[in-house]
């Protein structure tokens, strides 16, 4: 008997310590919270690094890490900022993204968390998008809205900031933007994926994807399909002085090497652009003489695939689209640009079309009539008795009496302080 009251007295003695711990530890739980509660409020904020969200890591981005507070000059008050940001090598997108947090810590919220999650494709690209949440208190439960984004794109093989123009052609983003009612600029890149781009169209997600759309897009990825046959020609924009007179001559019916490069080298010697309005099949047949007009600066523009009288004679709206279409992709192949001008054979008109394509339509306010008087003579004499200041002129690079005409035109117009400019760059500055 004394045995058994003797192990009941151990285990009431037991279960007494088990209930004082639980007590103990629902005191000191309790207690914590109501001290937690009261610590530097930065520990809250803090507390959201725990857990860091998993980074993939290309070159040598690494991530800082930060909690701190600042002390505000104009309040007297203490502000609080936690940030969780990729650190680039690539000093482009440091910049921006340093210019970023400045303009975040320029509203002197109270607390300020700045986070980011990034998405990489190929071990090429990757996507940054920067959210900073702010808070109207320091205890961070809150937040102002709306929160404010920021979304970096980075090609770690060219170790360059890259953009939507960088990945998918000009002509695409004017597409998009047509088809859902709103401006270019409203089409921006979100994500790069090995699936495709993710867009925000008008603020509508679109999924972009490259096979799918292999005529689009611009990027240099061996997994990513494209018709670009050469390297990409970049030109820089250049100044014209709004209150000079100029004028744009314009070229159909080329290119036409020898011809097209005469011109060419008139227009280098006083500054000049011009526009040259090609055919599809004589740029297939001549691509260095359309690289050349292009990485001159001056600009070329569509005049049909070959010109064909269908267009006078019935040619249908689908027809004329895809008429335009071929042209345009024969050109992005060479040179990595799209068309944005078109000037039809003939000047024929086609209902719609206007509303359908993203090429802008251009006629011309001069005609030298040079293809029926092939006189270098009365090509000058037209062109003098009526080019004004804002003209677009009307020439063919196909014929030979033309040239001598242009060449001896362009030192005459240079000496009454003309300049020459491309359509794209008068209709900017004009307003056309």
């Given amino acids: 008997m004394k045995m058994v009251k003797r192990r009941r007295r151990v285990r009431v003695g037991r279960l007494l310590l088990l209930i004082l711990g639980c007590l103990l530890c629902v005191l000191l739980l309790i207690g914590g ?148 009612g709103c401006e270019t600029e409203n089409v921006l890149l979100k994500k790069i994926t090995e699936n495709g ?42 100044e014209i002085d709004p209150n000079k007179p100029m004028v744009a001559f314009t070229f159909d019916d080329g290119p036409a090497p020898g011809n097209t490069e005469r011109i060419l080298k008139a ?28 990485e001159s600066g001056s600009e070329v523009g569509s005049h049909s695939y070959d010109h064909t009288y269908d267009w006078m004679n019935g040619m249908t709206l689908e027809e004329a689209v895809a008429d335009l279409d071929k042209v345009d992709d024969i050109f992005f192949s060479l040179t990595g640009q799209d068309i944005s001008l078109f000037r039809s054979p003939f000047g024929a008109s086609i209902k719609s079309l206007s509303d359908t394509i993203t090429e802008k339509i251009v006629y011309w306010d001069v005609d030298t009539r040079d293809w029926e008087s092939k006189n270098t003579e009365k090509v000058i004499e037209m062109c003098k008795k009526y080019t004004y200041d804002g003209a677009i002129v009307l020439f063919h690079d196909i014929h030979a009496t033309t040239i001598p005409a242009v060449e001896q035109l362009i030192e005459y117009y240079d000496s009454q302080g003309y300049q020459f400019v491309t359509v794209s760059e008068l209709y900017a500055i004009k307003g056309k």
Avoid: W
């Fill in 33 to 180: 919270a109501f001290a937690i509660k009261n610590l530097f409020k930065k520990d809250i904020i803090a507390a959201e690094f725990a857990n860091p969200k998993m980074e993939v890591k290309l070159e040598d981005d690494s991530i800082d890490n930060q909690v701190y507070e600042e002390k505000d000059d104009a309040s007297d008050e203490m502000l609080i900022y936690a940030l969780h940001l990729p650190v680039f090598s690539n000093s482009s997108a440091q910049q921006e993204l340093d210019a970023f947090v400045e303009e975040i810590k320029a509203e002197k919220a109270k607390a300020t968390h700045i986070d980011y999650e990034s998405n990489s494709a190929f071990s090429q690209y990757k996507s940054y998008v920067i959210t900073a949440t702010t808070y109207a208190d320091m205890d961070g439960l809150n937040p102002i809205e709306p929160q404010t984004t920021k979304q970096l794109y980075i090609s770690f093989d060219q170790d360059e900031l890259i953009d939507i123009e960088d990945c998918i052609r000009m002509k695409a983003i004017r597409q998009l933007a047509k088809d859902h």
């Fill in 197 to 238: 781009l993710v867009l925000s169209v008008n603020g509508e997600d679109v999924n972009f994807g490259y096979d799918e759309n292999n005529t689009s897009f611009v990027m240099d990825n061996k997994n990513i399909p494209s018709i670009l046959k050469y390297d990409k020609i970049e030109v820089k924009d250049r």
């Fill in 267 to 294: 227009l280098e010697k006083v500054g000049g652009r011009a526009t040259f309005f090609e055919l599809g099949y004589l740029m297939e047949t001549y691509p260095d003489t359309v690289r050349e007009v292009v």
